[in-house]
């Protein structure tokens, strides 16, 4: 790969990086989830491995190959992923949560398969709030000067609502992605800038989340006192 991963700026560090989707069931065989294939996340942890990091990769339902070493652990629901986060934070120099993290869980864990009723209006899904991981983690540092970087993918405003949930979540760098019908990613338009909660703004070039994960150790490197 490029020059940048024979930078060792990560030698010695002890770093977690959250990937995938979480999955909130509702009864023995359905879930709210989302469609993140957990690719950035696995980006982070390989180019963190590669720079010389130790890493812990807290994978919510992901499909992809363990990356070569890396410690992976395997989470399901959001109030799962908090857990193994914790954990693995108390002894983490940085902690980037690149999971997309289910708002929302069912409010009642259906034990038996829901039934449709002939004649029955729908039954109405009754949902509560998951605990926000990034803000705990960013508010309640694990660890002192421990680095928490957050990711967010917004439609309008990027620069206006990414500063708004930076100052929110208290994170100290939010990675933040523009998504809309005609910024799909992939597509030439896609756009993406990484705020800092010292102000500073770095805008991503197009490429791969190869590149935007090295960018995000090249940021977070310097921030290690
Ligand atoms: N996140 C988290 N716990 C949650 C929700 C989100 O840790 N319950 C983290 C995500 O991993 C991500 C960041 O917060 O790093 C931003 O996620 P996003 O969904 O953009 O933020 P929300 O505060 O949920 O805002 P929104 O209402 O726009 O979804
Ligand atoms: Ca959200």
């Given at each position: 790969?490029?020059?940048?991963?024979?930078?060792?700026?990560?030698?010695?560090?002890?770093?977690?990086?959250s990937a995938g989707g979480t999955r909130e069931p509702l009864d023995?065989?359905?879930?709210?989830?989302?469609?993140?294939?957990?690719?950035?996340?696995?980006?982070?942890?390989?180019?963190?491995?590669?720079?010389?990091?130790?890493?812990?990769?807290?994978?919510?339902?992901?499909?992809?190959?363990d990356p070569a070493g890396v410690d992976v652990v395997r989470v399901?629901?959001?109030?799962?992923?908090?857990?193994?986060?914790?954990?693995?934070?108390?002894?983490?120099?940085?902690?980037?949560?690149?999971?997309?993290?289910?708002?929302?869980?069912?409010?009642?864990?259906?034990?038996?398969?829901?039934?449709?009723?002939?004649?029955?209006?729908?039954?109405?899904?009754?949902?509560?709030?998951?605990?926000?991981?990034?803000?705990?983690?960013?508010?309640?540092?694990?660890?002192?000067?421990?680095?928490?970087?957050?990711?967010?993918?917004?439609?309008?405003?990027?620069?206006?609502?990414?500063?708004?949930?930076?100052?929110?979540?208290?994170?100290?760098?939010?990675?933040?992605?523009?998504?809309?019908?005609?910024?799909?990613?992939?597509?030439?338009?896609?756009?993406?800038?990484?705020?800092?909660?010292?102000?500073?703004?770095?805008?991503?070039?197009?490429?791969?989340?190869?590149?935007?994960?090295?960018?995000?150790?090249?940021?977070?490197?310097?921030?290690?006192?």
């Amino acid at each position: 790969r490029g020059p940048q991963s024979a930078v060792a700026d990560l030698a010695g560090r002890n770093v977690v990086v959250s990937a995938g989707g979480t999955r909130e069931p509702l009864d023995p065989v359905r879930y709210l989830g989302n469609r993140s294939s957990g690719k950035q996340g696995y980006a982070l942890a390989r180019t963190a491995v590669a720079r010389g990091a130790r890493v812990t990769l807290i994978a919510a339902n992901t499909t992809l190959p363990d990356p070569a070493g890396v410690d992976v652990v395997r989470v399901g629901t959001a109030a799962q992923l908090r857990e193994a986060v914790l954990k693995a934070a108390a002894d983490a120099d940085a902690v980037v949560m690149a999971a997309a993290v289910a708002d929302f869980r069912p409010a009642h864990y259906v034990t038996g398969k829901i039934k449709k009723k002939d004649g029955e209006e729908p039954p109405p899904l009754e949902l509560v709030r998951n605990p926000d991981i990034l803000a705990e983690l960013s508010t309640d540092r694990q660890r002192p000067g421990q680095i928490v970087v957050g990711f967010a993918a917004e439609t309008d405003d990027v620069q206006a609502n990414g500063r708004a949930k930076l100052a929110r979540k208290g994170c100290d760098l939010l990675v933040v992605n523009e998504v809309g019908e005609h910024k799909a990613f992939g597509s030439e338009e896609n756009e993406a800038v990484v705020l800092g909660a010292d102000g500073s703004e770095t805008p991503v070039p197009y490429g791969p989340k190869e590149d935007l994960a090295e960018l995000v150790w090249t940021l977070v490197a310097p921030k290690f006192s």
